[in-house]
């Protein structure tokens, strides 16, 4: 049995120009990062047509073959929004998972990278060094970010062991994920870019995960 698996993440959100921790603040999403899931939405559609004709499926919309099956996303508005673009071709309603909301960064959510060195130097070196070893000022470890997102997904997959999904979750979360289904190490999170509108595409085959396409972003 194969599945496919539409990871993304969530658009670009309102004051982005400024990089800022946001974490599990609720920031909604930007005119850009409305038109960056629009465009990822009509993808994903296409791609899951195509995915059905080839398997001498319908491309009627009343098709489950030719339909996402699930969309799953974080519980945090810029998650939820996204995750409704996608999933309405599909006539499908989201299915909110707590476990796929970003990592708390605690004293640092809602501050601009500058100002998080300024502030804790040594503290912001650490963690950009190291992020398994080191973890933001009173916030979650990558270990317990890993934890629950992993459990969060591996409970998502028992339930859909053939046909296509969709994730909508965050940068560090979709990081995360991506390091698991590749076999790197979490130290070397960081060296993964993952924009925002970002699709990344895994198949399971029989369970074992083949990455299709990482950080891509579909283009007008």
Excluded at 40 to 53: D, M, N, P, Y
Excluded at 191 to 213: C, F, S, T
């Amino acid at each position: 049995m194969v599945s496919r698996i539409y990871l993304v993440r969530h658009g670009e959100t309102e004051g982005a120009e400024v990089r800022r921790y946001k974490g599990s603040i609720d920031v909604p999403l930007s005119e850009n990062g409305l038109e960056q899931i629009r465009r990822v939405s009509a993808f994903i559609r296409a791609e899951v047509q195509k995915r059905g004709s080839a398997r001498g499926a319908s491309e009627l919309p009343g098709s489950r073959a030719a339909a996402l099956a699930a969309v799953y996303c974080s519980d945090l508005v810029r998650a939820v929004r996204s995750a409704e673009i996608i999933a309405e071709p599909h006539g499908v309603t989201p299915g909110i998972v707590p476990g796929l909301r970003e990592r708390s960064f605690r004293l640092w959510e809602g501050m601009s990278f500058d100002e998080i060195r300024e502030r804790y130097p040594a503290e912001f070196d650490a963690w950009a060094d190291n992020p398994l070893r080191f973890s933001p000022m009173g916030g979650e470890s990558t270990q317990e970010v890993r934890q629950r997102v992993i459990g969060a997904v591996e409970g998502i997959i028992e339930k859909h062991l053939e046909g296509s999904i969709a994730l909508v979750a965050h940068g560090g979360v979709n990081r995360v994920i991506m390091c698991h289904f590749l076999g790197v190490p979490l130290e070397n999170m960081f060296r993964m870019e993952q924009d925002y509108g970002a699709l990344n595409i895994i198949e399971l085959h029989e369970g074992y995960p083949v990455v299709k396409l990482l950080n891509g972003v579909p283009c007008e």
